[in-house]
């Protein structure tokens, strides 16, 4: 069971709107600490897709979004694309373990 | 445009040490802005963040590997490197190095190698 919790897999259709939940405690999102998300795509390095939470790196679509409320966070995609399927991971940081953390990855499948 | 290239040995025998090295191109691993980072993904499975170091080698290192792992800057080459020791084959994975930015307030991994294949053998 990982420290951030996301959901094993999400679904959706072309052109709609699909949101990735990561899920923490109070040692670490909770704490404050900033969640960054990443995509990697079949047999390829990560990408970074959102960083500090809500910001995009340039060249990432505005269709990805980040957001971050309590001891959650989401990403969520818009205007769903099959170049969008791939695994998704989020990455924060605890205290209590005082390391850096993923969690656990959903994988997208664009029906 | 910074890239990142991991080198090492892809198979290691079960109880001996794993030693990995990365090579960077197209900026200076001396810049006190970023830190240098080890990600592993076993296969099938998610990411595991393993360590990261500084030009200054301040280090960190994942909890449940500070026991076996050891991380070095060589300024002089533009590489960091990885050791990790007593290897079982819960260490075989794709190991992936990268640059970690400091971010406002916890790092991220912003540019990454294409990872290298290790299996421990028995």
């Known amino acids: 069971q990982s420290v951030l919790a996301q959901p094993p897999s999400v679904s959706g259709a072309p052109g709609q709107r699909v949101t990735i939940s990561c899920t923490g405690s109070r040692s670490n999102i909770g704490a404050g600490y900033d969640v960054h998300w990443y995509q990697q795509l079949p047999g390829t390095a990560p990408k970074l897709l959102i960083y500090?939470?809500?910001f995009r790196p340039s060249g990432v679509p505005d269709r990805f979004s980040g957001s971050k409320s309590g001891t959650s966070a989401s990403l969520a995609i818009s205007g769903l694309q099959a170049e969008d399927e791939a695994d998704y991971y989020c990455q924060s940081y605890d205290s209590s373990l005082r390391s850096a953390l993923f969690g656990g990855g959903t994988k997208l499948t664009v029906l | 445009q910074l890239q990142l290239q991991e080198s090492g040995p892809g198979l290691v025998k079960a109880s001996e040490t794993l030693s990995l090295t990365c090579s960077v191109s197209?900026?200076?691993?001396?810049?006190?802005?970023?830190?240098w980072a080890w990600v592993r993904q076993p296969p099938g499975k998610g990411l595991e963040w393993i360590t990261c170091?500084?030009?200054?080698?301040?280090?960190y290192y994942n909890p449940s590997l500070t026991s076996r792992l050891s991380v070095s800057v060589d300024t002089s080459k533009n590489q960091f490197s990885v050791k990790l020791s007593s290897v079982t084959a819960a260490d075989t994975g794709v190991y992936y190095c990268?640059?970690?930015?400091?971010?406002?307030?916890?790092?991220?991994?912003?540019?990454w190698g294409q990872g290298t294949l290790v299996t421990v053998s028995s």
């Open positions: 197209g900026g200076s691993i001396s810049s006190s802005d970023y830190y």
């Open positions: 170091i500084s030009y200054g080698v301040n280090t």
């Open positions: 990268a640059r970690r930015n400091r971010g406002s307030r916890n790092g991220y991994e912003d540019y």
């Open positions: 500090d939470s809500t």
